[in-house]
């Protein structure tokens, strides 16, 4: 068990809608990322929280939006759902948020847009 | 801008048999180097990290890497295959050396045949 929590595991929706993930970082963790895997793209970072500020964004698509909370657990918001965007999406956090942190993963959401 | 490269989709071996899953890497600056695996339906766990230092990095499951500086490469290896060592193993290297985010290879498919 990495200590990062995410929920749900599993969510199917429909073309069109919104959808929340949420993550809660192990304890201690003041930096959370979010990826997305899917087969044909890989794992790709999405967006990197620090203490509530965000600090890094990687692909993450306009229609797609996270934040921090003071407690530091982090939500990431999909809208205007696509086929596409069916994939598996991960959370990690980090101590420091520094280039030598290990990163913890939680065990996925997995998205399913029919 | 930092990359990895995974030049091999898959890599089969027999239990008992020598492994090594290969990684090359473009960085600008000292390289910080991660491999995760990720088996079935979980999340990524961390195996090990080239900071600094030996050349030989020793990491969990008694997986270690040779970070090769010349050769810019950082391969992934076991002495003696297990057949639970079958899984998806990925090298990483930070989005910048800021730190933040890390580019994961494409992936390689470990099988490891009894």
């Known amino acids: 068990d990495s200590g990062v929590t995410q929920t749900p595991k599993h969510l199917i929706t429909a073309t069109g809608q919104r959808v929340t993930l949420r993550c809660s970082p192990r304890?201690?963790?003041?930096?959370v990322y979010w990826y997305q895997q899917s087969l044909d793209q890989g794992l790709q970072f999405l967006i990197q929280y620090y203490n509530g500020e965000e600090r890094a964004k990687g692909n993450i698509l306009e229609r797609f939006s996270a934040q921090q909370f003071p407690d530091l657990h982090s939500e990431l918001n999909l809208s205007s759902l696509e086929l596409g965007d069916s994939a598996l999406y991960f959370c990690?956090?980090?101590?420091?948020?520094?280039?030598?942190?290990?990163?913890?993963f939680g065990a996925g959401t997995r998205l399913s847009v029919l | 801008a930092q990359s990895v490269a995974q030049p091999e989709d898959q890599v089969n071996v027999a239990e008992g048999n020598p492994l090594t899953v290969k990684c090359t890497y473009s960085?600008?600056?000292?390289?910080?180097l991660f491999w995760y695996v990720q088996y079935p339906n979980r999340g990524l766990q961390f195996l090990l990290k080239?900071?600094?230092?030996?050349?030989l990095v020793k990491g969990s499951y008694g997986f270690e890497a040779e970070f090769n500086k010349s050769q810019t490469s950082f391969h992934l290896k076991k002495p003696s295959a297990l057949v639970s060592d079958s899984a998806l193993y990925f090298c990483a290297v930070p989005l910048n050396q800021a730190g933040t985010a890390l580019i994961f290879g494409k992936g390689t498919t470990l099988s490891v045949s009894s």
């Open positions: 960085v600008s600056g000292n390289p910080y």
């Open positions: 304890s201690g963790d003041l930096s």
């Open positions: 080239y900071i600094t230092g030996d050349n």
């Open positions: 990690a956090s980090s101590e420091q948020g520094l280039a030598k942190n290990i990163q913890y």
